[in-house]
């Protein structure tokens, strides 16, 4: 009882706030607001940059590093101060002799105990000159790196891109479909809901109508009381039945609601749920299977898979191929290694090129390849293996709806033949030849025969919107 209370006040609010809407608006509505649409379009942004990101590889990259280290101490390249022997030039023999001390007792050079020679002249190499501030150490480099053959990764890495924003492309429109599709099913169910209701006050007039007649004729007693408690039932029966549409209907737009994006409380009154008939037509079950995959998103995605998987293959080759670079650096330090380390900036710039050629990796790189084109071939697996369960899944779409269309043109037969049924019934009864419950019975029969063409309405609907959807022939 509780619940029921709360879902007539929430029936209350949102009738505050109706507004008509067709199919359309609820779509656009949802288009606009669904949050897994905006988590796909973010995916089609992400494969943009992702693009950029690639085709930067051609250009020439620059980069600058730098650094600074400092030294508690200074560095000496030598011990202590050096005395270097020198020479003289000696006209008579036409070359550079060493100047070395003459013993005068044999006009000799002085020989030492070691064996070595005493030089009469020294260069002094004092240690203090040899030795350099390196407490503060800094450097830098400014370098340009031009690729120029790289195995084919980066003509590979931007066609693989290039697929990944088609597929992110293909992965929105395929999002798209399903948001329209469940929107459009809660749309129709509310439309048949509300039909429902209609037909279930209509049911709950007519009993009370009997009742009212039952009632006189038990007054009158020409009736029994009997007669009037198996009434009274079904007409218990009927109002439970019509509450339970009540809260089905409003719960039913609280959904519709929710996936349009709108709060659940918005009323929203729906252009076709007035209508007693919708316009329904038998449509084409001719189809091209071609036609057919290149509409479908899912085979055009499975088919960039396919292609991207592809270019993974040449990828992985690359690592077996040469990869050749043009170089170009300019570099400076401080002390300054090109003048004596002296304690300020020396620059310079070098250019070059590299080359890489992988050798031997005991089948690393070879095997890193067949990996690839297995997993290429176990897309086009996939791809071969949707396209088959495609043609199923249409053909079982085409049947469907054509068991539809033709169960709705049964119960169109149906309902005439239950309205004539319960017009005599209701004729024989006020003449005295008919029985209460075959009163009862015509009107349940007319009951049921009403809701059996109200679903087959929407079945025919949405079989129909199924049956685009398959074909990829969905409009919105």
């Not at 109508?209 to 038990?218: E, I, R, T, W």
Request: charged letters at 20%; one cysteine or more.
């Amino acid at each position: 009882m509780r619940n029921i209370v709360l879902i007539a006040l929430c029936a209350i609010t949102m009738a505050t706030s109706a507004q008509v809407v067709t199919l359309d608006s609820c779509r656009h509505m949802a288009l606009r607001n669904n949050k897994e649409i905006k988590q796909v379009s973010l995916g089609i942004e992400k494969a943009g940059y992702q693009r950029k990101e690639a085709a930067a590889a051609y250009l020439p990259q620059f980069d600058f590093t730098a650094g600074y280290v400092y030294n508690s101490r200074k560095v000496s390249l030598i011990k202590e101060d050096q005395f270097l022997p020198t020479k003289s030039f000696n006209l008579q023999t036409g070359a550079y002799e060493y100047n070395l001390v003459i013993d005068p007792r044999t006009g000799a050079p002085l020989q030492l105990e070691n064996g070595q020679y005493v030089p009469s002249t020294v260069a002094l190499l004092p240690k203090s000159g040899m030795t350099y501030n390196i407490h503060n150490l800094m450097g830098g480099a400014l370098t340009v790196t031009q690729p120029i053959y790289m195995g084919g990764k980066i003509t590979a890495m931007n066609q693989i891109t290039e697929y990944a924003q088609q597929l992110a492309h293909e992965m929105r429109e395929s999002k798209v479909e399903d948001v329209i599709y469940n929107v459009d099913a809660a749309y129709w169910q509310v439309v048949s809901l509300c039909a429902k209701q209609k037909l279930a006050r209509s049911y709950v007039n007519l009993v009370q109508s009997l009742d009212n007649d039952v009632q006189a004729m038990v007054n009158e007693g020409v009736a029994t009381r009997a007669n009037q408690l198996a009434v009274d039932v079904k007409l218990n029966e009927a109002n439970v039945d019509m509450t339970k549409v009540d809260n089905g209907v409003t719960l039913s737009r609280m959904l519709l609601a929710q996936l349009c994006g709108m709060p659940v409380n918005t009323m929203m009154t729906l252009a076709d749920e007035g209508r007693d008939n919708l316009d329904l037509s038998l449509a084409p079950s001719v189809y091209n299977l071609d036609e057919v995959y290149d509409k479908r998103h899912d085979v055009r995605s499975l088919e960039l898979a396919t292609k991207i998987y592809d270019q993974q293959v040449k990828v992985a080759r690359s690592e077996m191929m040469p990869k050749f670079a043009a170089v170009a650096a300019l570099h400076a330090t401080n002390p300054n290694s090109y003048d004596g380390f002296e304690n300020r900036f020396g620059a310079a710039f070098s250019v070059g090129a590299t080359l890489r050629m992988p050798l031997w990796h005991w089948g690393g790189l070879g095997n890193k390849v067949k990996v690839a084109q297995v997993e290429a071939n176990v897309k086009r697996l996939e791809l071969d293996d949707a396209k088959e369960k495609i043609a199923l899944q249409i053909s079982q779409a085409a049947f469907s709806y054509q068991e539809a269309y033709k169960t709705y043109e049964a119960t169109k037969a149906n309902l005439a033949q239950a309205d004539e049924n319960l017009r005599i019934a209701g004729i024989a009864f006020k003449e005295g030849m008919g029985t209460v419950d075959e009163v009862l019975a015509a009107q349940t029969a007319w009951l049921k025969a009403n809701s059996e063409k109200i679903d087959a309405e929407i079945n025919v609907q949405m079989t129909h919107e199924y049956l685009s959807k398959v074909m990829g022939t969905m409009s919105y």
